[in-house]
């Protein structure tokens, strides 16, 4: 498969967001969707972009008429850490199910990297869910640390509203 990585634009929000979804589906989790491809226009693509991302998209020989083809994104925002100062955080690494095994991950993973190096940051950080094996594998191949002292702690939307109701 022919592929380029690429910045997104705003006409690809919804490959980004079809991506999404079917992350969503892969994780068990596709109700928990609750974004909409308004919400990653205007959040990713205004005046002041939330977020950056990085997507493959099929090479010019291989696309059919004038429709893209985006087989995976990575989607990427800055965070602060008290330890080390700005970091680069890796929301989400999404390749299609179809486009799995050809490299893809790895291009897009090398893509985020050097955006962090030319940004500067002290870290890039990411969750990788635990029976993700072929994922931590990879990570681990790459030289990546997975922390698997750490737990991921949240509280949604719903626990927020319950926490200040108690106050």
Known sequence: MNYTIRKAVSTDVDAIFRLIKELAIFENEENAVVITPEDLR???FGAVPKFHCFI??????AKV???KQVFGIALV???YSTWKGEVLHLEDLIVSEKARGKGIGGALLQKVIEYGNDLGVKRIGWEVLDWNTPA???YEHIGADVKRDWHVVQLDEQGIGNYLAKK
């Open 42 to 44: 205007r959040d990713g």
């Open 56 to 61: 493959a998209e099929a090479s010019e020989e």
């Open 65 to 67: 008429g004038s429709t």
């Open 77 to 79: 925002y800055m965070r």
């Open 136 to 138: 931590i594998e990879f």
